[in-house]
């Protein structure tokens, strides 16, 4: 019961993600709604666990997007400039990068205790087993939205 009802989450959401078009707002929400149910169900919180946890990983996920839209940023620009970069900037670049990494494990570090503090050591582990399994999930949702665009294009071209 469990699997198929995160299965109709996902079916449900991924449909309303994917008719938004290119407005990234509504999708960065829909997404985040997709997430929230995904992770309810995987660990089966309670509500009175809910209450704790979800203020507490908003405060994660808050401090890791901040993080990673700075890393987006500098990818961005590095792969942009990358032949144009001297050795030095090129070593910067690498440098801020593995910075980067540490900082992430470092917030990941640091609401270790504070996930604990609301669930047991098993829902934890579960949330970083559903953490990895949504973002799979939303992967293959991403790379057959693709596929089925590319087959449609290849489908018109035919006469």
């Not at 994660?60 to 032949?83: G, H, V």
């Not at 970069?85 to 992430?104: H, I, P, W, Y």
């Amino acid at each position: 019961m469990k699997k198929s009802l995160s299965t109709i989450l996902m079916l449900l959401f991924a449909g309303s993600i994917f008719a938004q078009g290119q407005n990234k707002k509504p999708i960065r929400e829909n997404v985040e709604s997709m997430k929230i149910g995904f992770i309810t169900d995987k660990l089966s919180l309670t509500p009175e666990e809910a209450q704790k946890f979800w203020p507490v990983y908003n405060q994660y996920n808050e401090e890791l997007d901040k993080l990673r839209s700075t890393r987006r940023q500098n990818m961005k620009d590095a792969r942009e400039n990358m032949d144009e970069m001297s050795d030095k900037e090129a070593e910067q670049f690498v440098d801020n990068e593995l910075t980067m990494r540490q900082d992430e494990l470092d917030i990941q570090k640091k609401y270790h205790p504070k996930f604990k503090a609301v669930l047991s050591a098993k829902k934890v582990a579960k949330l970083y087993r559903a953490e990895e399994d949504f973002k799979r999930r939303l992967l293959e949702m991403i790379q057959n939205r693709q596929e089925g665009k590319r087959s449609g294009q290849q489908d018109r071209r035919r006469p």
